[in-house]
């Protein structure tokens, strides 16, 4: 790996393919990239605009350029001496729709299926109308009602000489043995005949064969199969009834989507029905899911894998170790980077036991959040959110909620299984058999509410140390919300669930029941962390949106220097190739937009005397049928949400720009709103409340009565835009000298005040950016001109050149924290990255919206440090300082000013000599 220096994510689909990768390799080379990093290539839905909802992953997305494209980036690439990483899909693939053949293969034979294993399904449900069937929740409508409105539709393939059931995209193959039931209708005896062959098929091993030649015999009376539809479609009751009895006679019921909820006998990806999880635990379905990566691999056009949702499934360690000796096998005992998606809790380590490189670098973004955040303005920030929202200012509060309302909603049906699963342990023993499956239930669901991780990983022998203690957090919390009497449900649950050695028991079937129980509650806190967190609760809680972001410790607004430092040192001891990323395609907000509202954490009471002004004007633009619309703690979001985007350069009064980005606030505000499910909710769309906020928000920037309210958003954003640019180019910095891998996302080479996706995911100006990499001008000239974003990808280039001439320093180097002294010795971070005789020095500020005042540029001006200086090492302090940024003057035993360390550069990096 010593050849990884530093990552770029780009997003692909139909409008941006793998040809279009191959056009910006000279640009990514020049910027300083070692590997592209990109996101997945399988086959996906058509006109995917992620590439997460895999239909085929035995082939590359034709969409995309297919194979042919890929090898050509490949190629582009190695010739320049970089590398490919591949973001890859095990734990779930797209489902519905008519493009998943291992799916439809499940309609249509059910358990007969040899994909059937492949989907993680509880055939045995507990619910007696699911019983060996498969629920289907795709109907837009209840069932009824698709029936009436014949929005779900008898068809006949006639070219494969097979019959389905069509409901708008969703095909669903009927079992063959069922089609007498349509056949016996038929005028021509030969047809009634082939309907009693196919009632004869059975689900045993030659049915399969027989089936595909039933049904190329009946290909070939396509035009009478056609006629035979008709008494199954006609609008009347009969004709409902017979499409009924047809379908109750097949492997799947199909449903409203609404039943999900509840009625799931099926692992999703989190709460979305049209991602069914994959048992990728199997061997069988860990080759063939992994067939076309294992064949990349083994030809060498990848040179590292991101492993997607890594606590999806059943034994994250497992399948990291066997995908890791498989891929050894593949390059004759090479190894090839791992990267795995993983949100780390407060406290929470990667487990050292997982063979990968690291994680995708959610943490680091969290840490420099934290390091650009002024605990001050906590206080004040909060009672200005209590005051307008009158909502809990603790981040923890609003998690708990959320977490109760996904459990009691979208993931109801998943914790009834896990309920279950565990009534079945509890029967087994005749020291618990007594116990309800209402009392499991309650005891269950409040013990993860209060879960403080996204999950646990314990396994046959227990659970680690660190998982003790946060299952142990859990169990306290619960305590303080179940009813006593329902306390000791809780020690059986810690015995269960990981807290007892299965290996202690016998082999039979209370260990495995036990084991099932576990297997499915880890992979249950994770999805409802995700839905409870990520997408409600980050939507719901404004002191300060810049703390609220995917992976982000929420409950925490700041940290102190010492504590970023305690997090690079064990990054540095433990993963030091671990991707080090402030912007990703899943982010909330955009590394920019989050560095300048952190400014406001230092002017908390300056802001919170605007935001009270600015109610009573925003007063005029309220909706009269619903003056209430956005209620107050919305229009708290939305301030900050026009703060920390609004695009640098835009007046109040520039008509055309602001129409421009007042489309990008709409869509955010719809997703923002229904993800927060407080006034409205994707599953229950309050049409009237939704307008009514968009019409708040088209006054606010597109109309004459909104133009007090956006001049004042317009001037604040004016007043703190170069702090926030100067927070945006230490966090670019730190990321780039930290120990880890940097990661850059598509575009962020310039300044990214994006919002959550789409607009992350909005297409890049590379050809601005390649213009601005062959300028001429100077580092001063691009500081002067800091609103173009020039000098951030200045910054980036010039210091991937230094990890390109210097790797070990980086990749291997000792980081040391040093101090520092003096009138504003708080405002800085500083340390040294140190390798044999290479010692380099970063400095950088921190919570210096004070310093900078009103300063027009993001730079402190030097004076303004008086006498703060640096304490080098006593082996240094006498040497010589060279400054690879900016110029700097030599070291002295009494350290290194920051007024001449900084003098004409925002950061610097110091060369140092001994």
């Known amino acids: 790996m010593s050849d990884l220096r530093a990552t770029l994510r780009l997003q692909l689909h139909k409008g941006f393919t793998l040809h279009d990768a ?83 293969d499940v309609l249509e034979w059910g358990r007969a299926s040899p994909y059937a294993a492949f989907f993680d399904i509880q055939w045995q449900s507990h619910d007696p109308l699911l019983s060996g069937q498969l629920l289907v929740p795709f109907l837009r409508s209840d069932y009824g009602e698709a029936l009436r409105e ?27 043995a069922s089609y007498d039931e349509i056949l016996r209708g038929a005028e021509d005896p030969a047809l009634r005949e082939l309907g009693r062959r196919f009632a004869r098929l059975g689900d045993g091993p030659q049915a399969r064969g027989q089936a595909e030649s039933l049904c190329a015999e009946l290909s070939r009376h396509a035009e009478q199969a056609q006629q035979l539809l008709a008494p199954f479609q006609q609008g009347d009751e009969a004709g409902q009834q017979r499409l009924h009895r ?36 199997r061997a069988d379905v860990f080759e063939q899911t992994h067939a076309k990566v294992f064949e990349l691999v083994e030809r060498g056009l990848v040179d590292g894998l991101r492993i997607d949702h890594i606590d999806g499934l059943a034994n994250p360690r497992a399948y990291c170790s066997r995908l890791r000796r498989r891929i050894a096998r593949l390059r004759g005992g090479a190894t090839l980077p791992l990267f795995v998606e993983k949100i780390l809790g407060h406290g929470e380590q990667l487990p050292a036991s997982w063979p990968v490189a690291g994680t995708t670098g959610y943490e680091f973004m969290n840490q420099v959040s934290l390091l650009q955040h002024d605990p001050h303005g906590e206080p004040v920030l909060g009672a200005l959110w209590g005051e307008m929202s009158g909502r809990p200012t603790a981040f923890d509060e609003e998690v708990q909620q959320a977490r109760r309302l996904v459990l009691d909603s979208s993931l109801a049906g998943d914790l009834e299984e896990v309920a279950q699963r565990l009534l079945q342990v509890a029967r087994h023993d005749i020291a618990t058999r007594d116990l309800t499956l209402g009392a499991i239930r309650r005891a269950l669901r409040e013990l993860i509410v209060h879960f403080p991780v996204y999950r646990t990983y314990a396994q046959a022998c227990g659970r680690s140390p660190q998982d003790r203690q946060f299952f142990q957090q859990a169990l306290e919390g619960a305590k303080q919300t179940l009813a006593e009497a329902d306390w000791p449900l809780l020690q059986h649950l810690d015995d269960w669930l990981g807290g007892a050695c299965l290996r202690a028991q016998p082999p039979g079937r209370a260990r495995r029941l036990r084991a099932l129980a576990l297997t499915r509650f880890q992979q249950l806190t994770s999805p409802v962390a995700a839905k409870a967190v990520e997408d409600t609760a980050l939507y719901r809680a404004g002191v300060l949106l810049s703390r609220y972001d995917v992976g982000f410790d929420a409950e925490h607004f700041s940290a102190s220097v010492e504590q970023f430092h305690q997090a690079c040192r064990a990054r540095a001891a433990q993963h030091p190739y671990n991707l080090l990323a402030t912007a990703t395609h899943d982010h909330k907000r955009g590394e920019d937009c989050r560095a300048r509202l952190a400014v406001l954490s230092e ?36 301030y900050q949400a026009l703060i920390g985007s609004w695009p640098l350069g835009l007046q109040a009064g520039d008509d055309a720009g602001l129409q421009q980005y007042l489309q990008r606030l709409l869509d955010w505000q719809r997703k923002a709103l229904r993800e927060a499910k407080l006034n409205t909710a994707w599953s229950a769309p309050n049409d009237d409340y939704e307008t009514a906020c968009a019409d708040f928000l088209r006054r606010l920037l597109a109309e004459p009565a909104g133009l007090a309210l956006r001049s004042e958003l317009a001037a604040t954003v004016d007043a703190i835009a170069p702090a926030g640019a100067l927070n945006g180019l230490v966090q670019c910095l730190l990321r780039l000298t930290a120990p880890g891998v940097p990661d850059l996302y598509q575009g962020c080479e310039f300044w990214d005040f994006s919002l959550v996706d789409p607009d992350n995911r909005r297409p890049v100006d590379y050809q601005a950016r ?73 400095v950088a500020p921190r919570l210096s919206a004070g310093l900078l005042a009103d300063h027009p540029v993001p730079h402190v001006p030097p004076q303004r440090w008086g006498d703060t200086r640096v304490v080098l090492p006593e082996e240094l302090a006498i040497g010589q300082a060279s400054g690879l940024l900016a110029p700097c003057s030599a070291a002295s035993p009494q350290g290194l000013r920051l007024s001449a360390v900084l003098a004409e550069f925002p950061v610097n990096l110091i060369r140092l000599t001994s």
């Open 22 to 104: 191959t056009a910006l390799v000279p640009y990514m080379a020049q910027l300083g990239i070692s590997h592209l990093y990109a996101s997945p290539v399988l086959t996906a839905r058509p006109g995917s605009m992620h590439g997460y909802d895999v239909i085929d992953p035995s082939q590359v997305n034709p969409e995309l350029g297919g194979e042919a494209a890929l090898v050509q980036l490949a190629d582009a690439l190695h010739a320049r001496g970089m590398g490919l990483i591949l973001d890859i899909v095990p734990n779930h693939m797209a489902v519905g729709g008519e493009g998943n053949p291992w799916w439809l």
């Open 150 to 176: 014949g929005t779900l539709q008898l068809a006949f393939d006639a070219r494969r000489g097979r019959f389905h059931a069509q409901h708008f995209e969703h095909r669903l193959p009927l079992t063959p």
């Open 246 to 281: 047809l379908l109750e006679r097949q492997h799947y019921r199909v449903a409203s989507w609404r039943t999900a909820a509840d009625d799931i006998n099926w692992r999703r990806f989190f709460d979305i029905n049209e991602l069914g999880a994959l048992r990728v635990e």
């Open 603 to 638: 002017r908390a009471a300056w802001y919170a005397e605007l935001v009270r002004n600015w109610r009573q004007l925003a007063q005029p633009l309220h909706s009269d049928s619903l003056p209430q619309a956005p209620d107050g703690g919305e229009q708290a979001i939305l």
């Open 770 to 842: 390649q213009a601005a990499l062959e300028a001429g001008d100077t580092p001063a000239d691009k500081l002067a001109s800091w609103q173009d974003g020039r000098i951030k990808q200045w910054l980036i280039q010039r210091v991937l050149a230094l990890r390109a001439a210097e790797p070990a320093l980086f990749a291997q180097g000792q980081y040391r924290p040093l101090a520092v002294e003096g009138e504003h010795a708080a405002q800085v971070v500083a340390f040294l990255r140190s390798h044999g005789d290479q010692h380099l020095l970063v």
